[in-house]
């Protein structure tokens, strides 16, 4: 459903932007990236396992994902544009790791638990900062992102996303991308009627992507 609704939105999106005479980029990529909740070597031994993170479980993933964007300009040669993305992240390798209360302080047990992770789903969108260059252009897209680890069963992760990257023209208008992905989910709403949101809750995302698009349109200058 939520795959129906984003990509609606994208065409939605594409056609007023081109019937306003605007240039889109167009872009689709590979991408690695990492998941985690866990910041620290050791890990902490005085927390309580009700607090942060939630139920005591750390997480390590690693994941596989395609992503999909569009970068607006509404300008000619316009160094700021709107940018939005799709990203659906799906899991290779995932270990989870719980705090159990010893005699000595917390005693953390591993375990290998891909097998309970689900694909990531995110979408987002913000302005997107652009050095042009006859060949290149370099790029800062700061995005809202809000998504899910489980097909928004539980809730709804709310966070910002960062994603500097660059363009190489190969014509006019197809080009090669590469970018490095940062995103800080910093909440999570609850579909709860006990909670409105996950106290404590946090999970980072670093990543790279290498992949292609087109340039659609001629803004006026």
């Given at each position: 459903m939520m795959r129906k609704v984003s990509s609606f939105l994208l065409f939605l999106l594409v056609s007023i932007a081109l019937s306003a005479g605007a240039s889109l980029d167009l872009r689709s990529s590979?991408?690695?990236?990492?998941?985690?909740?866990?910041?620290?070597?050791?890990?902490?031994s005085d927390y309580s396992t009700q607090g942060y993170p939630n139920g005591g479980e750390f997480l390590k993933r690693q994941n596989l994902g395609i992503n999909l964007g569009l970068d607006v300009y509404f300008a000619d040669s316009?160094?700021?544009?709107?940018?939005?993305?799709?990203?659906?992240?799906?899991p290779y390798h995932a270990e989870s790791i719980i705090?159990?209360?010893?005699?000595?302080?917390w005693v953390y047990e591993s375990e290998d638990s891909t097998e309970r992770q689900h694909t990531g789903f995110f979408?987002?969108?913000?302005?997107?900062?652009?050095?042009?260059?006859?060949?290149?252009?370099?790029?800062?897209?700061?995005?809202?992102?809000?998504?899910?680890?489980?097909?928004?069963?539980?809730?709804?992760?709310?966070?910002?996303?960062?994603?500097?990257?660059?363009?190489?023209?190969?014509?006019?208008?197809?080009?090669?991308?590469?970018?490095?992905?940062y995103d800080a989910h910093l909440m999570k709403f609850?579909?709860?009627?006990?909670?409105?949101?996950?106290?404590?809750?946090?999970?980072?995302?670093a990543g790279a992507s290498i992949g292609g698009g087109i340039r659609l349109g001629d803004a006026d200058a």
């Open positions: 590979f991408e690695w990236s990492y998941d985690t909740n866990s910041f620290s070597s050791p890990l902490p316009s160094r700021v544009g709107l940018s939005v993305f799709t990203s659906f992240r799906f705090p159990v209360d010893g005699e000595n302080g979408f987002g969108a913000g302005p997107v900062f652009c050095y042009h260059t006859e060949r290149m252009d370099l790029l800062l897209p700061i995005r809202l992102s809000i998504g899910s680890y489980d097909w928004f069963t539980s809730g709804i992760v709310v966070g910002v996303s960062i994603e500097p990257g660059v363009s190489v023209f190969l014509t006019e208008d197809f080009f090669l991308t590469f970018s490095m992905t609850l579909f709860s009627l006990r909670e409105v949101y996950d106290s404590g809750y946090i999970m980072l995302t």
